[in-house]
């Protein structure tokens, strides 16, 4: 499964990260936890929700500007994927969502 670059990514039902503060950064899913640091946690924490995943790849592209573009963006894609097939991400329609309240 390859992400769609307009969905926006958040953390699956029963997953959360560590709170701040601790000495390393944990994803906890049901039953197992990833231990995350340098990229792997740059991704998770943009995972938020609000962010698309091209933004994502947008951000980290800056941020390790050293590295090969297309080589950062399937990273980050098989990365998504990877946890996405292990129900601890999941994506939101790239469209912007609108609440209709009836009166």
């Known amino acids: 499964m390859t992400p769609d670059l307009n969905s926006r990514p958040h953390l699956a039902l029963g997953c959360r990260l560590n709170e701040k503060g601790q000495p390393s950064c944990v994803l906890h899913m049901p039953e197992r ?5 340098g990229p792997s946690l740059e991704i998770i924490e943009r995972c938020d929700g609000q ?3 091209q ?14 573009p297309r080589k950062v963006e399937t990273d980050i894609l098989g990365y998504l994927a990877l946890l996405h097939d292990q129900h601890a991400l999941e994506f ?7 609440t209709n309240y009836a009166k």
């Not at 933004?55 to 090969?68: D, F, G, V």
């Not at 939101?92 to 609108?98: I, L, M, V, Y």
Request: proline residues 0%; aromatic residues 4%; without cysteine.
């Open 51 to 53: 962010r698309t995943v």
């Open 55 to 68: 933004q994502i790849i947008s951000e980290l592209q800056k941020l390790y500007s050293k590295a090969e």
């Open 33 to 37: 936890a990833l231990r995350l640091n």
């Open 92 to 98: 939101t329609s790239g469209q912007a969502e609108e």
